[in-house]
């Protein structure tokens, strides 16, 4: 039988599918049962300071009798916040024997390291940051924006001993260039791409309203190319896809494009845990059906360097298939 293992970010995992975070990977029952079906890791829910500074703005918001209560609120809902999330990664490090990813989601500077240091002496294996933020100023730069960017996750890198993954969006002129000054920092993956909750609109109440939380299958191709061309070009780091990865042949279709690891969400929702045997099932008799001994064998076999028409992930590929529509 063919070797699924993989390492990945320095870690050894048995199997390239990795539960993705989400609201699955903060139980320990469901996590046991991820470990069960063969998962290689699990990546915990991630913690929002957006949604603990909310929180406690409510809190605060409930009472004017005493201004400087505020700043006290502030501090011991955030404290709780963080005490509870490192008491469940603990949690899940007692119950497992799977590396357990830390998931953090900031958006202010100093908000990051205090994070990622307590996640990290909670015994997290790892640590996968998400950077995002939705510049609406005219005088903010896309240079700018980037250069923030790589400056809080050097930052991350000098404040743990563990290695760190970073999940981004698509939203980048110069994907590579930015995905190498990740490596060049210490970034040890790059997690492609991150799916946020997008908004919509009700036309008859004419209101704002959240899309679905849930990928389509078809989601996956909008890495796939990123992916081929990144894990060409850049080297010394990872890459884990995510977002749409609903079968196994999608996860095959990333590993040859050069993901070493594939997170699973939506498809875990829909066929429970018990869904990553069957991806490791295929991925193992794929790689026997196509006589290939282990998985690394097939890591990035159909990159944008190893395919010999590389053009083919390009934008000229569109023209030339259109172009010629009858």
């Known amino acids: 039988m063919a070797d699924i293992s993989v390492k990945y970010m320095g870690l050894d995992l048995k199997s390239p599918i990795i539960a993705g975070s989400c609201s699955l990977t903060s139980d320990v029952a469901k996590v046991?049962?991820?470990e069960a079906a063969g998962a290689?890791?699990?990546?915990?829910?991630?913690?929002?300071?957006?949604?603990?500074?909310?929180?406690?703005?409510?809190?605060?918001?409930?009472s004017h009798d005493y201004a400087e209560s505020a700043d006290y609120i502030h501090y011991f809902v955030r404290q709780n916040s963080i005490d509870s999330y490192c008491e469940n990664v603990r949690q899940l490090k007692n119950a497992t024997g799977i590396p357990v990813i830390g998931s953090i989601n900031c958006y202010t500077d100093g908000e990051w390291i205090k994070f990622a240091k307590e996640i990290a002496s909670a015994g997290a294996d790892a640590l996968e940051v998400n950077i995002?933020?939705?510049?609406?100023?005219?005088?903010?730069?896309?240079?700018?924006?980037?250069?923030?960017?790589?400056?809080?996750?050097?930052?991350?890198?000098?404040?743990?001993?563990?290695?760190?993954?970073?999940?981004?969006?698509?939203?980048?002129?110069?994907?590579p260039y930015f995905i190498d000054k990740l490596a060049s920092v210490g970034a040890k993956a790059a997690v492609m791409f991150n799916r946020f909750y997008m908004p919509d609109i009700d036309i008859d109440r004419?209101?704002?309203?959240?899309?679905?939380?849930?990928?389509s299958k078809d989601e996956y191709v909008k890495e796939l190319r990123s992916i081929a061309i990144v894990s060409?070009?850049?080297?010394?780091?990872?890459?884990?896809?995510?977002?749409?990865?609903?079968?196994?042949?999608?996860?095959?279709?990333?590993?040859?494009?050069?993901?070493t690891t594939v997170q699973l969400c939506s498809v875990l929702f829909k066929s429970g845990m018990g869904v990553i045997r069957d991806f490791n099932s295929f991925i193992s008799s794929y790689l026997d059906k196509h006589g290939f001994g282990s998985l690394r064998e097939i890591t990035g076999r159909l990159n944008y360097s190893s395919i010999s028409e590389p053009d083919?992930?390009?934008?000229?590929?569109?023209?030339?298939i259109f172009g010629t529509a009858k």
Do not use: C, W
Request: glycine share 4%.
């Open 40 to 62: 290689g890791a699990i990546v915990v829910k991630s913690l929002f300071e957006e949604q603990i500074h909310s929180e406690a703005g409510h809190i605060a918001g409930q």
């Open 32 to 34: 046991r049962e991820a």
């Open 232 to 259: 060409s070009l850049v080297r010394n780091i990872d890459i884990s896809a995510t977002t749409g990865i609903h079968s196994p042949e999608s996860a095959v279709k990333e590993i040859l494009a050069g993901a």
């Open 312 to 320: 083919k992930f390009e934008r000229t590929q569109f023209a030339k």
């Open 206 to 215: 004419m209101e704002i309203v959240p899309s679905s939380p849930f990928s």
């Open 132 to 175: 995002y933020s939705m510049p609406v100023s005219l005088k903010r730069k896309s240079a700018d924006v980037e250069k923030e960017d790589i400056a809080i996750i050097k930052d991350i890198v000098k404040a743990v001993d563990i290695p760190v993954s970073v999940k981004i969006s698509s939203y980048f002129t110069a994907l």
